[in-house]
């Protein structure tokens, strides 16, 4: 029905930048709050960013001011830009989004595979 599939992980020094992208896809109608989320070794997954419809965002307190996220609608496409990214950003990126498939049903939430962050010297 519905797929999320991330792109943009890697390997970055500290102090780096990256670009994380993800896409959606299938049969949708609308899309709501989409979100990227991350998780760490051994720590539970974690909200890091979210944007609603009109382009309102909340950031976790890590990441305030280093991570930007913005949406493109037309495209069905939600970014992650990290900045000074630090050793402790290092997790697999998760997209999430609330996306509706008809115009009558509650929209139903769905995740992207993930994609690997590393950040180490």
């Known amino acids: 029905q519905v797929q999320l599939v991330e792109s943009g992980g890697g390997l970055v020094q500290p102090g780096g930048s990256l670009g994380l992208s993800c896409a959606a896809s299938g049969s949708i109608y609308n899309i709501y709050k989409m979100a990227w989320y991350r998780q760490a070794p051994g720590k539970q997954r974690e909200l890091v960013a979210t944007?609603?419809?009109?382009?309102?965002?909340n950031y976790a307190d890590s990441v305030k001011g280093r991570f930007t996220i913005s949406r493109d609608n037309a495209k069905k496409m939600v970014y992650l830009q990290m900045n000074s990214l630090k050793p402790e950003d290092t997790a697999v990126y998760y997209c999430?989004?609330?996306?509706?498939?008809?115009?009558?049903?509650?929209?139903?939430?769905?995740w992207g595979q993930g994609t690997q962050v590393t950040i180490s010297s």
């Open positions: 944007i609603g419809t009109g382009g309102s965002t």
């Open positions: 999430n989004a609330d996306v509706a498939l008809d115009p009558v049903n509650r929209p139903s939430n769905y």
